[in-house]
């Protein structure tokens, strides 16, 4: 946890401990808790407290106000509650494509590091196996490295069981309890199926069932599937079942219902659906391999992202055990350094520091292969950079079956499967082919994904005080100095004493003035920088040049809306100028839905001032004075 430890315990047990809290938001300046009881509270408790500047109790919310740098205790009130990640379930929103994306991302984003990292080191075995021979390959500490690196990835589904249930708002680990079934041993081995084999296969109560040849390890869209229905039948249990058994009975019918449906149903639906897809690409390659090999460019990724690669894998092994090289996947082999081109693109394109320091090691796993990092956390969410990596890989996977490029063993990824194309006479043709391919899919990718842009989204949590100075042009060490702030809004102004909420209208926030606005932009009260942009964009804090902290709050209790009716035209970390459009509101939906517009505008850093001096005028529009630093 962070500097707020302390406080953040304190406040979670004056609020009446994590098992009285619902759920936690916050807004620019306080904490909302949801409690579910919330006398038991202990409210001037925490209105006493250091670190907390006064309690209030409003539209169902209790509130908790800290001051701008809310941000940073909820971050540790968080760590206290046991938060790991919140339901990102926001219900259907844009087009099948686009809802898709937002489902796969949100499952994979929280396991994107350590998917990283296993990516890493996946490539430090391989590179420590290349370089000392097979007597390493054969030992002990090679089969620590491996599990190290390839673990993750063959009980991937236990992973996704949790973030995916997360997703559907269901009980995460009910969801993982759903993915151990469907990786337990003998059936991720394949052992299961020999075992029975000899008395007919393998039978549910008389219903016969099959499990791919390497099992439901490594797959993603059997889990996801899976989880997304278990989230539907747990939602429907917990509304027939009584409460008094709902705790255990729930988990215990859900498993009962979903576990033997995964298996009857969903998984080989999945497999059905693989092995047609695999027919209908041999029959391409047969018909024309350089068409084949576009087609296998440009939807490998897509292909392992359902799983549906393990179509041709067995084609290649029966090939390879029978000492016959084979092309089958040749076409695929280039698109893991398109993939990596683009996240290169994004790495240095990005203004998003959490997505350049996500994009490093997704580049290093790449190159070695191991692309689902660069997929599920940049490329896919980002689309463009995505489809650029699969146009490439298209046009190499051509090239690469018109070259006759082939493989004579099985053996790695990316840089690592060079030496699957050595020709038992030596020749090395196709490793220096494929050497060339990759160079060019990297670079093509790279500038295709370049080109083409992506929506880039800066992060939204707010800037420390230095680093906001260190941000502005021309913000060197500069002491506070006499300053005309104008107004941000246009309308009428009121008292702050008259604000329709406690925590401004007593100045605790600092002093300033409200205004009731007459049209829906905020505007830039002197040159600075963004300090702070919330992501329901209803409030918004400036940095001046001469040090003002401005807070500018969009209506009262508007941080309910979401984001609705709000839109931005700046980005935190902006430098902006006196006058510059940044916000747009609708005054009129905002108040059809039952929130006043009074727009505070206060001076944050009033205690660094020996006054701040108010407009006499009643209404301001333009370039009015609205309030003076001494």
């Not at 296969?201 to 008389?206: E, L």
């Not at 409460?243 to 255990?248: A, E, Q, T, W």
């Not at 027919?279 to 440009?298: D, E, K, R, S």
Request: net charge negative; hydrophobic share 50%; aromatic share 10%.
């Amino acid at each position: 946890m962070g500097k707020y430890e302390e406080l953040a315990k304190k406040i979670v047990k004056e609020v009446g401990g994590k098992e009285n809290v619902n759920s936690l938001t916050n807004c620019i300046t306080r904490l909302r808790f949801k409690l579910k009881d919330e006398s038991k509270a202990n409210t001037e408790t925490l209105k006493n407290m250091d670190g907390v500047v006064t309690v209030m109790q409003a539209g169902g919310q209790y509130q908790v106000v800290i001051g701008n740098h809310v941000p940073d205790v909820r971050k540790d009130v968080d760590a206290v509650l046991g938060v790991l990640d919140p339901v990102t379930d926001d219900g259907p929103k844009g087009n099948l494509f686009d809802r898709f994306v937002d489902m796969v991302s949100g499952i994979f984003q929280p396991i994107l590091p350590t998917l990283a990292a296993a990516g890493m080191l996946k490539g430090v075995t391989a590179i420590l196996s290349f370089s000392m021979g097979p007597s390493f390959a054969a030992g002990s500490t090679y089969a620590i490295f491996n599990a190290m690196g390839d673990g993750l990835f063959l009980f991937l589904p236990i992973f996704l069981g949790y973030t995916a249930m997360k997703k559907f708002g269901g009980s995460p680990f009910l969801g993982m309890m759903i993915a151990a079934a469907l990786v337990y041993k003998g059936f991720i081995d394949g052992s299961a199926a020999k075992q029975f084999a000899e008395t007919g296969g393998m039978h549910f109560f008389g219903i016969p069932f099959s499990i791919p040849l390497a099992g439901y390890g490594s797959t993603v869209m059997p889990i996801i599937w899976s989880t997304a229905f278990a989230a539907f039948v747990e939602k429907t249990l917990r509304k027939v079942i009584p409460d008094v058994v709902k705790l255990f009975l729930v988990p215990f019918f859900t498993t009962l219902i979903v576990v033997p449906l995964t298996f009857l149903v969903i998984g080989p639906v999945m497999n059905l659906a693989a092995d047609l897809l695999g027919n209908g690409l041999l029959a391409v390659q047969n018909f024309n391999p350089i068409i084949f090999g576009a087609i296998i460019g440009f939807g490998w990724q897509v292909l392992v992202m359902f799983g549906m690669h393990w179509a041709l894998i067995p084609f290649v092994l029966i090939a390879l055990a029978s000492g016959q090289p084979t092309s089958l996947l040749v076409g695929s082999g280039s698109i893991s350094f398109a993939q990596t081109g683009a996240v290169l693109a994004v790495l240095l394109k990005t203004k998003n520091m959490k997505l350049k320091e996500l994009s490093i090691p997704a580049f290093i796993s790449g190159i070695f292969g191991v692309t689902e990092p660069v997929i599920y956390g940049i490329t896919l969410p980002k689309k463009k950079p995505f489809w650029a990596s699969c146009i490439v890989g298209a046009v190499t996977g051509a090239i690469a079956m018109g070259l006759g490029i082939e493989v004579y063993n099985n053996g790695g990824l990316g840089i690592f499967r060079y030496t699957t194309m050595i020709a038992p006479d030596g020749s090395m043709k196709f490793v220096i082919y494929s050497v060339i391919l990759d160079a060019a899919a990297l670079v093509a990718g790279f500038a295709l994904a370049y080109a083409l842009g992506f929506d880039d989204d800066t992060e939204t949590v707010a800037l420390t005080k230095e680093e906001a100075k260190k941000a502005a042009t021309g913000q060197k060490n500069s002491k506070l100095t006499k300053e005309i702030l104008v107004t941000p809004v246009a309308g009428d102004v009121l008292p702050l004493s008259e604000a329709g909420d406690a925590a401004f209208a007593e100045g605790i926030m600092g002093h300033g003035v409200v205004v009731l606005p007459s049209k829906g932009e905020v505007v830039a009260p002197a040159d600075g920088i963004v300090m702070t942009l919330f992501p329901t964009k209803h409030a918004i804090g400036i940095l001046t040049d001469a040090g003002a902290e401005v807070l500018i709050h969009v209506g009262i209790d508007t941080v309910q809306l979401d984001g609705k009716y709000f839109e931005a035209f700046v980005e935190q970390g902006d430098v902006v100028k006196k006058g510059q459009k940044l916000l747009a509101f609708d005054i009129d939906a905002i108040e059809a839905a039952g929130y006043s517009t009074q727009t505070p505008v206060i001076v944050m850093n009033t205690p660094s001032y020996e006054q701040i001096n108010v407009t006499d005028q009643q209404t301001v529009s333009g370039q009015d004075m609205l309030l003076v630093t001494v």
